[in-house]
């Protein structure tokens, strides 16, 4: 999962890997075992800044402050008047500014990411925050105006070649035109920001930080708890199922009050800006229309019964239960041991998969693996499950892990390598024009999941390994395609009974209990504890709606393999060209050369055929 740019910051979520959103998704502090977390690398962020005393901040954030000044000053009330090459320069210039607020923000985030519960970090990443929102209310003006532009106008400006290269730009700014308010009400938004909306989502992260569970007498973080769920003891899952859900049923309140607070500062905004539904304003944001998500969804919503509900009644009868419980949903196959892997094997293993589809490919994940760009061990106060942040197309990506040596880690490996192949290949189109909508934002990083996974598949040689790592898959599949609609499901029935009024707790339970129950199946028995288990999923925190993006990407990525797979002469030229492509293009531009088409009815039962037929697979084994 990417990390959003400083305008839009969010973890991962926002950016968890699309199959850990929820056992897992909290870090854990131990590492792989047999390996000290002490010898697994940690990522060297002196690409941006070397330190939070380094003057090089102060230095960049002062020229960023007098440049946005000057900008203002030069700029604001006049771009009607300007000709295509001076809008052209205007936006060049508004860029380079971006970019070195983009740099502090990526830097602060990143220290942020990786120790939330240091304090001298938090104040370090809430003053960044500040000063970056302080200065961008002098850049502010320019979309505003920039959308004000008549179409005729701007048509006419786009004549000139210097100003057609930022189409792209000016088409995505100009689809928030019907949603934007006046520069004066756009500047309290933002200036309010820091207080608002961002100070909840703190409150949430350095909360979830300082959880403790108690386990077999020792006190541990969240994370550690919520790893045993992967155990193969059931009585040690069940331990850990109950202790967690009671570490968060003591905190539900907290929880509730920021979801409620987060949801009614949604409501406000969409609606000063006139969005239709929840939904909506990210849905524009990920360039899709509210059609295509809604038929997404409703394929797999229909497909509940054909995937996870035969597969999980498959798990409980290869378990030898009539029923499941929630702490059964991650548990390993009877007889099926997930042999621990070093990080030096799975770095092999991934490396090998990227190299076997196209050696570019493999030549920019070598740099990956052979530079500190990835911080890998667990740690006390690291940010939940992994990502990738793009950073600035100056710098370099950096990736995020919390690495326990089993199969599922390095395909997290896999995943967020993929991210950032797709990150180095768009730095090219710059700052602006690099960043792709969410839709697509997982292509690459599912691609490397399902070709890391074939390439495992293919060289394993023994029956019970191999059903081992087809079950591993669909497991992975499920979580990504069927558990993140339903957790889009579940944001969707929040933020509609909330516009009613504050939803209580045990409410928001009912809620997540319902869709848990749809979604997963009647195998499963659900213990009361799990009823608060919605509490800690930082997707509904730090970016409302984000997780259909997981499902989108999964079922895309399917039919894309599909093409692949077939032999489709070109494949990875127009692959590698798409990646390149970054956000100056739209899914139905990007998917054309492949013969997709994601507003076709047909194209997502593509992709469901995908994992339905895993799961034929495993019912013959």
Known sequence: ????????????????????AEAGAVAATSAAPGQEASTLPRWDLSALYNSMEDPAIKQDLAQAEQQAKEFASRYQGKLAGLSGAEVAEAIRTCEAIEEILGKA????????????????????SQSISEKLTDISTHLLFFTLELNRLDDADLAQKMQDPALAHWKPFLDD???????????????????????GAQSWCRLFDETIAALRVTLDGKEMP?????????????????????????????????????????????????????????????????????????????????????????????KAKWMGLDKLEHWDRNAPLPGCEDRKIPWDEAKQIVQKAYDGFDPRMGKVINTFLTHPWIDVPPAPGKSPGAFAHPTVPSAHPFILLNYHGRTRDVMTLAHELGHGVHQVLAAKQGYFQSNTPLTLAETASVFGEMLTFQSLLDAETDPARKRTLLAGKVEDMLNTVVRQIAFYEFETRVHDERKSGELLPERIGEIWLQVQTESLGPVFNFTPEYDVFWAYIPHFIHSPFYVYAYAFGDCLVNALYGVFSEGAPGFQDKYIA???????????????????????PGFWRKGLDVISGFIDQLEQA
């Open 1 to 20: 999962m990417p990390l959003m740019k400083h305008t839009a910051h969010s973890h991962r979520s926002s950016q968890l890997p699309a199959f850990a």
């Open 105 to 124: 923000g990526s830097y602060a985030s990143l220290l942020f990411a990786a120790n939330s519960s240091d304090p001298e970090i938090s104040r370090f």
């Open 173 to 195: 700014t100009r689809l928030f035109r019907p949603h934007q308010l006046s520069d004066e009400v756009e500047k309290v938004l933002l200036e309010k920001s820091v207080t």
């Open 222 to 314: 969240v994370g550690d708890a919520l790893n045993r769920l992967s155990d193969s003891d059931r009585s040690v899952r069940e331990k850990a199922g109950k202790a967690v859900g009671k570490v968060f049923g003591e905190n539900v309140r907290l929880f509730a009050l920021i979801t409620n607070t987060l949801a009614k500062d949604k409501a406000i905004s969409d609606g000063l800006r006139h969005y239709a539904r929840p939904t909506s304003s990210r849905n524009l944001s990920n360039m899709v229309e509210d059609e295509v998500v809604d038929a997404l969804v409703s394929a797999v919503r229909e497909d509940y019964p054909r995937l996870a509900h035969r597969y999980y009644a498959l």
């Open 578 to 600: 798409m990646l390149e492509a970054g956000g100056t293009k739209r899914h139905k531009e990007l998917l054309a050369p492949f013969g997709l088409d994601a507003s076709d």
